[in-house]
């Protein structure tokens, strides 16, 4: 006679999550912007202080410094500059400016520096474009 099994209880099967293609080749054009955008900053003089810099308010792409002036850097890639330019909305603004007063508050040597929000758009088949002073935190 063959022996059966008994039931057992139902467990959570326990599965890794796949990501989709698309959020992975979206988010391997997002790392090679951001190196792109780090590496204009470096041959413009700044030195990268941080990169994605995680807050519970959002992301910072690249903090950087040249002098006396801390930038905080949000980086943008689309299929055009144009599209990049308009994908900084004015809710992200509030996050990144959000996201900065952490990472000041983190950093307070860095508090009496100049302070500047920035943007540099990345698109197929051109240079990167560096916006100095894309936004201020009175918006």
Known sequence: MART??????????TTKTAAPEHVAAFRT???????????????GYRILAKRFRTPHGEIDIIAR????????????????????????????Q?????????????????????????IL???RSLPRHLIAAFDAST
Do not use: C, N
């Open 66 to 93: 040249k002098r006396g002036l801390v930038a905080f850097v949000e980086v943008k890639a689309r299929a055009s500059l144009d599209e990049a330019a308009y994908a900084v909305t004015p809710r992200q603004q």
């Open 122 to 124: 990345v698109a197929p």
């Open 30 to 44: 997002g790392l090679s912007a951001e190196a792109r955008a780090a590496a204009l900053l470096i041959a413009k």
């Open 5 to 14: 099994e008994r039931a057992k209880p139902d467990k959570p099967v326990k």
């Open 95 to 119: 996050r990144i400016i959000d996201a900065a007063q952490a990472w000041l508050m983190a950093h307070p040597d860095h508090a009496e520096l100049e302070l500047r929000f920035d943007a």
